[in-house]
């Protein structure tokens, strides 16, 4: 089968489309044909070695994706002709896919397969942030930094879903009226912010959610209510923040840290359980992603290297077998 290879740390231009073998799913596992495949950030981290998790060269890029179950292992609760999503943090890029089935989640029949590939990672990552650390309640306001990419846009979509006031912060007039379409009650631009912010809500926002990090941090802080919490997802803009507690202190303000992934080891429940929470709103249709770009798989170097340029206003996909 074809699939995406890293064979050295050298960064998304130099991702291969090799022939590899197709997997066989073993006890408790699944095969599935991959009808399309999600394009994260760590994907782009992981051609340069950069990111946390490490894979011994050569891997099969890939953190996400979507596709029909064609063979099931001994002891599987999905079978054959499923309709389905899975994250495995590695191999999607694939023809074929292997995945535990604690990896697997069942797809709405209103739900394409398009758009399964675009939900789980950010989906089920502001659920955990929104949801599981920071317990936000209905009528609570929320900043949510990056908010056209990825997983900004499905923190938008969501926390309106979860009736909070959305404010989202974007760098161009073109990404806010996307932000607007996916539910964010009000737009401001990151040069700036804070100000805006305050002229909105004098009082400041209940939380911060920031995947973006950076030379915003600080402000972000100055940006929250008493009591507010700053959620931390990760670091897009290269620059890992650091703060003085006397901030937190004085304000009764805190910074959370948001790690999804290291939360879902050890407990092969965490993910069926979060797809569970969040059902109602996908098969309603209120998280469908917004897809920016389309890719082949012979493309998926140029695809990577849109999320490295920084004018994605959505989610790029792989499109490997199609609906």
């Known amino acids: 089968m074809k699939a995406v290879h890293v064979t050295a740390l050298t960064g998304p231009d130099d991702v291969e489309i090799a022939e590899v073998d197709r997997p066989v799913p073993g006890e408790g596992q699944v095969l599935i044909e991959v009808a399309y495949a999600g394009v994260t950030f760590p994907e782009l981290l992981q051609t340069r070695g950069m990111y946390q998790t490490k894979h011994e060269l ?37 023809e074929y896919l292997v995945a535990d089935e604690a990896q697997v989640m069942p797809l709405p029949d209103g739900v394409s397969l398009a758009y399964g590939a675009g939900m789980p990672m950010n989906v089920l ?34 926390g309106a879903a979860m009736g909070l006031t959305v404010i989202a912060v974007v760098s161009t007039e073109a990404k806010a009226e996307v932000v607007r379409e996916l539910g964010a ?39 929250l209510a008493p009591f507010g919490r700053l959620l ?37 429940g965490f993910i069926a359980a979060q797809w569970e929470a969040v059902s109602e709103h996908v098969a309603a249709g209120r998280l469908d992603p917004r897809i920016h770009a389309t890719y082949p ?27």
Request: zero cysteines.
């Open 232 to 268: 931390v997802l990760g670091f897009t803009a290269g620059e890992i923040p650091s703060i003085r507690v006397n901030r937190l202190l004085l304000k009764n303000i805190s910074v959370d840290g948001v790690a999804w992934g290291a939360a879902t080891h050890g407990d092969p």
């Open 58 to 94: 050569p891997f099969v890029l890939g953190s996400e994706a979507s596709g029909v179950v064609t063979e099931a292992g001994p002891g599987a609760r999905f079978s054959v002709g499923d309709r389905v999503a899975a994250i495995t943090g590695v191999g999607t890029f694939a």
């Open 125 to 158: 990552t502001a659920d955990f942030a929104l949801r599981l650390r920071a317990n936000v309640q209905p009528g609570q306001s929320l900043l949510v930094h990056g908010a056209a990419g990825g997983l900004g846009s499905a923190s938008v979509q969501l």
């Open 185 to 223: 009650e009000q737009v401001v631009l990151a040069e700036g912010f804070k100000d805006a912010v305050k002229e909105i809500l004098p009082g400041g926002v209940d939380y911060v959610l920031d995947p973006v990090g950076g030379d915003r941090f600080t402000d972000s802080t100055r940006a």
């Open 297 to 323: 798989l012979a493309k998926a170097a140029e695809a990577i290297k849109e999320l490295d340029e920084r004018s994605v206003m959505g989610k790029v996909l792989l499109e490997v077998a199609g609906e």
